[in-house]
């Protein structure tokens, strides 16, 4: 065979194997590939090897099927109440449909971007200032529902919407700073009252039962002294019954009742009395025993005795 035959053969088979290498296709995971045939979409390749025919077959796109997120520059919006303010929004979205993604719109994602600020417009219109910086999650609910509802005829699904950020204007963030202040001032002498308050209760209950105890030893201390003293005059008692009960038993007669009364009368004026009230039968007494007295004491009575 001649040389020049053998070096055709050579390099034809040689185009041939680049030929065959180069519509051999490895789709990796997560990736899909778009194929064409004489410019009619023809299938979609998924992960795996693939060949395609040469010449006629084309990659028309490469997808990727991991979510995205999308950050979109900040939108101005109108609160119900005329407030105006920016706010950014972040989406994050999933293609589940190669072919609907290629061929359903074009520019999907500037699509999505110009959905999401006219769908927050809406949304915000219909709030008041207040309920947009507090209702974040229901503007969020609402955007995806929206947005995946808008987006399915493209391929797309909207698995989460958030609001990055809501800017309104500095002279609101202002007014919104001494509201928030005087709500705290607020609530700390609110706190300071409530101290103050519960503060009081608490001294007056604590003088309420210090009075009460101190009553209730006022109270112990005379129930017991009034004890004592009733012990006291019930002992006096007993003890003058058993007097009167001894007298009795020794059958004492009126001359020695007497006499000892005299003595207790005695005792009783013992230079502090000025005056004593004697009864009748112990003034008799009294005066037998003066005269007994003054006959013993007298000398010449003495004499005449002892002469004869």
């Known amino acids: 065979m001649p040389v020049e035959v053998i070096i055709t053969l050579g390099i034809i088979l040689a185009i041939l194997f680049l030929i065959i290498i180069t519509n051999v296709k490895v789709v990796p995971q997560a990736t899909t590939k778009i194929i064409e045939r004489f410019g009619a979409y023809h299938k979609t390749w998924d992960t795996g090897i693939h060949i395609k025919v040469p010449f006629i077959d084309r990659v028309a796109k490469t997808i990727s099927l991991k979510e995205k997120v999308a950050d979109f520059a900040p ?24 072919k609907l993604y290629t061929y359903g719109i074009e520019r999907p994602i500037l699509a999505i971007e110009n959905l999401s600020a006219t769908t927050l417009r809406n949304i915000i219109g219909d709030l008041e200032l207040d309920q947009t910086l507090t209702s974040r999650d229901i503007i969020n609910t609402k955007m995806r529902a929206i947005l995946d509802e808008a987006t399915d005829p493209w391929g797309i699904k909207v698995n989460r919407v958030e609001l990055k950020n809501i800017m309104p204007p500095r002279e609101i963030q202002n007014a919104m700073e001494k509201q928030m202040k005087a709500e705290r001032e607020k609530r700390e002498a609110i706190l300071v009252a409530e101290g103050k308050k519960e503060s009081a ?5 604590g003088e309420k039962e210090a009075a009460i105890l101190r009553a209730e030893a006022k109270k112990e201390a005379a129930i017991r002294e ?28 009126e001359g020695l009742i007497a006499i000892k009364s005299l003595d207790a009368f005695a005792k009783a004026a013992d230079g502090r009395a000025t005056k004593i009230i004697i009864p009748s039968e112990i003034q ?3 005066g037998l025993a003066t005269s007994l007295k003054e006959i013993v004491a007298d000398p010449k009575t003495n004499d005449a005795s002892n002469n004869k």
């Open 284 to 286: 008799g007494l009294a």
């Open 226 to 253: 009034a004890d004592g003293q009733a012990q006291a005059i019930l002992k006096v008692q007993e003890a003058t019954a058993r007097g009167l009960q001894m007298i009795k038993d020794v059958g004492a007669d």
């Open 75 to 98: 939108q101005a919006v109108i609160t119900k109440d005329n407030v105006t303010m920016q706010i950014d929004t972040v989406v994050f979205y999933q293609i589940v449909d190669p």
């Open 201 to 205: 209760i608490r001294e007056a209950e």
